[in-house]
Nanobody, 121 residues
Framework: QVQLVESGGGSVQAGGSLTLSCTAS????????MGWGRQAPGKPRERVAV???????RYVDSVKGRFTISRDNTKNTVYLHMNSLTPEDTGTYSC???????????????WGQGTQVTVSS
């Protein structure tokens, strides 16, 4: 079993910044991929940022230049630094991780419970 726990959400005015963090724990041999998704009210969840190793960061177009994903592999933690926030960034942000529990196991996809981000105009 793998647990993902997010923190850092909150309310901020447009133009502000927030940094989210997510730490994975449990049966972990390796975590090839970590990332973030978000779900706005009434909309399906979308993946906004994903990262394997250094230099592999990818972002959905709507957050490029404003959001930065980073990882601390020594802590099994992924971060999402969000700048120039707009009301359209409002939603529940969840982290995800593809995890191998052992060298022989297959990858499993895991999602956290999410943390709320609210941006007011």
């Amino acid at each position: 079993q793998v647990q993902l726990v997010e923190s850092g959400g909150g309310s901020v005015q447009a133009g502000g910044s927030l940094t989210l963090s997510c730490t994975a724990s449990g049966m972990i041999f390796s975590i090839p991929t970590m990332g973030w998704g978000r779900q706005a009210p009434g909309k399906p969840r979308e993946r906004v940022a994903v990262m394997e190793g250094p230099g592999s960061e990818r972002y959905v177009d709507s957050v490029k230049g404003r959001f930065t994903i980073s990882r601390d592999n020594t802590k099994n933690t992924v971060y999402l630094h969000m700048n120039s926030l707009t009301p359209e960034d409002t939603g529940t942000y969840s982290c995800y991780a593809s995890v191998k529990a052992s060298s022989e196991s297959v990858l499993t996809a895991n999602w956290g419970q999410g943390t709320q981000v609210t941006v007011s105009s």
